[in-house]
C-alpha cells in the first residue's frame, strides 16, 4: 500500500504552486479542521473556505475569529456549489483551488452531492477564465464507488467537465493552468 504523504507534505504543495505561479488567493472546499487555512496564510492575500458540518465551521470560527477581517479569511457554512456559485463570479484573480470536500462515510454530512467535486470543477470552469491551478485531494478514491458509501467519479470525467489534462501524484490530482 503506497504511503500516503503528510497535511504538511500537501501544504507545502500549495505553497510551491502558489509562490511558482503568483496565486495569492486560496479557495478551499472541506476546511475540516482548518489546517490548510492555517497555512495559506503564510502565503494568500486572500482565502475563501467552505464547510458543511456546523459544528466544524463554528470550530472554525473560534479558532480564525480574531483574523478574519484583518487577513481577509472568509469561512462559510454550507454546500460547496452553492456557495462557489456565489463566490467565484467575485474572484477575478489567478487562485489556487484546493478540493476536498465529500462524505465521510455514514453519518456524515455533505450537500446535494456526496462527491461534489464535478460540480465544483463545472463552476470554476464556468466562473474563472484566469489561469488557475486546482489541486483535488484523495485521488486514491476516485473511480471507486465502495470507499465510505460514497460514489467518486473518475479521473477522465473530472478533466472532462474542467477542460484540461492532469497529473496524479501524491494522493492528488493536479489540474495545472487553464
Same mark, same amino acid.
Given at each position: 500500500?503506497?504511503?500516503?504523504?503528510?497535511?504538511?507534505?500537501?501544504?507545502?504543495?500549495? #505553497? #510551491?504552486?502558489?509562490?511558482?505561479?503568483?496565486? #495569492?488567493?486560496?479557495?478551499?472546499?472541506?476546511?475540516?479542521?482548518?489546517?490548510?487555512?492555517?497555512?495559506?496564510?503564510?502565503?494568500?492575500?486572500?482565502?475563501?473556505?467552505?464547510?458543511?458540518?456546523?459544528?466544524?465551521?463554528?470550530?472554525?470560527?473560534?479558532?480564525?475569529?480574531?483574523?478574519?477581517?484583518? #487577513?481577509?479569511?472568509?469561512?462559510?457554512?454550507?454546500?460547496?456549489?452553492?456557495?462557489?456559485?456565489?463566490?467565484?463570479?467575485?474572484?477575478?484573480?489567478?487562485?489556487?483551488?484546493?478540493?476536498?470536500?465529500?462524505?465521510?462515510?455514514?453519518?456524515?454530512?455533505?450537500?446535494?452531492?456526496?462527491?461534489?467535486?464535478?460540480?465544483?470543477?463545472?463552476?470554476?470552469?464556468?466562473?474563472?477564465?484566469?489561469?488557475?491551478?486546482?489541486?483535488?485531494?484523495?485521488?486514491?478514491?476516485?473511480?471507486?464507488?465502495?470507499?465510505?458509501?460514497?460514489?467518486?467519479?473518475?479521473?477522465?470525467?473530472?478533466?472532462?467537465?474542467?477542460?484540461?489534462?492532469?497529473?496524479?501524484?501524491?494522493?492528488?490530482?493536479?489540474?495545472?493552468?487553464?
Amino acid at each position: 500500500m503506497e504511503q500516503l504523504p503528510a497535511p504538511e507534505a500537501k501544504h507545502r504543495l500549495m #505553497e #510551491e504552486y502558489a509562490r511558482q505561479y503568483g496565486l #495569492e488567493i486560496f479557495v478551499e472546499t472541506g476546511t475540516a479542521t482548518g489546517a490548510s487555512v492555517q497555512a495559506a496564510r503564510a502565503w494568500a492575500k486572500e482565502i475563501h473556505s467552505v464547510e458543511i458540518v456546523q459544528e466544524r465551521y463554528l470550530d472554525l470560527l473560534h479558532r480564525f475569529g480574531a483574523v478574519v477581517h484583518r #487577513e481577509k479569511i472568509h469561512l462559510y457554512c454550507g454546500d460547496s456549489a452553492s456557495i462557489l456559485r456565489a463566490i467565484l463570479p467575485g474572484i477575478s484573480e489567478p487562485t489556487l483551488f484546493w478540493l476536498d470536500a465529500h462524505c465521510d462515510g455514514k453519518g456524515s454530512a455533505y450537500g446535494e452531492e456526496e462527491t461534489p467535486v464535478l460540480k465544483e470543477l463545472e463552476l470554476i470552469s464556468r466562473f474563472c477564465r484566469q489561469s488557475n491551478i486546482v489541486l483535488v485531494d484523495d485521488a486514491r478514491l476516485f473511480g471507486k464507488s465502495n470507499y465510505s458509501d460514497c460514489a467518486w467519479p473518475s479521473f477522465d470525467n473530472m478533466a472532462r467537465v474542467l477542460g484540461r489534462s492532469f497529473e496524479v501524484k501524491d494522493d492528488i490530482v493536479r489540474f495545472l493552468g487553464l
